[in-house]
């Protein structure tokens, strides 16, 4: 039976956060492929910001256009998401489930990801901000998801900050069970 069709508990699966660029979902990928224990199910999670669609090139409010029209505009976009996520797997030769969600908000949609999915690793990546590695994107969903969800933050295919769950003394689920983050390209990881 292939592992992607298989059931799993949250616990068992790590979840990347992924936008449209290829090259950055390949660096999250191959980190994952390096850092995750192969058992772990990866789940890669894109946020699907519905645009404005066009008509001969212009912009048009979806308030003008027939529902099937707005509906055939979106459906087109995810499918061109879904191919370069599928793309992106191929190239790293690893199989994993694809999520996508319809929402606005980034913030918002990874938090209900993290939500509705239990997700107890998200990975995500960062850029470079003058106070640190965390975007304003990181600070909001570190606030908006479960305290028992570890986010992993990423730049350029290198770990460079986390937020690791506590361990709870209930049901003495240590961190990150059997997962190594000593670094991705050098023997520390930066931590903000």
């Known amino acids: 039976m292939d592992l992607a069709t298989v059931p799993r508990p949250a616990s068992e699966k790590v979840h990347l956060a992924v936008g449209d660029d290829v090259t950055q979902c390949r660096l999250t990928v ?3 492929l ?13 946020i699907h910001r519905p645009t404005t669609p066009t008509v001969l090139g212009a912009s048009v409010a979806a308030s003008k256009l027939t529902e099937d029209h707005v509906s055939a505009h979106r459906i087109s976009e995810k499918n061109v998401i879904e191919k370069n996520l599928k793309e992106c797997l191929q190239m790293c ?3 994993a489930e694809i999520l996508i969600i319809d929402k ?5 949609g990874l938090g209900e990801a993290v939500k509705d ?3 107890t690793t998200l990975v995500m990546g960062v850029k470079r901000r003058k106070h640190g590695w965390k975007s304003k994107t990181a600070d909001a969903l570190e606030k908006q998801a479960d305290c028992l969800c570890n986010i992993l933050y990423l730049h350029e295919g290198v770990l460079v900050a986390s937020r690791h769950q506590h ?3 209930k049901i003495g689920m240590p961190s990150l069970v059997g997962c190594h983050f000593s670094g991705s390209n050098s023997n520390t990881t930066k931590s903000s």
């Open 30 to 32: 191959r980190w994952a």
């Open 34 to 46: 390096h850092f995750i224990p192969p058992h772990m199910l990866l789940v890669l999670v894109h």
């Open 93 to 95: 030769k690893v199989q």
């Open 104 to 108: 606005d908000d980034v913030i918002a």
């Open 117 to 119: 999915q239990k997700v």
């Open 167 to 169: 361990t709870d003394r």
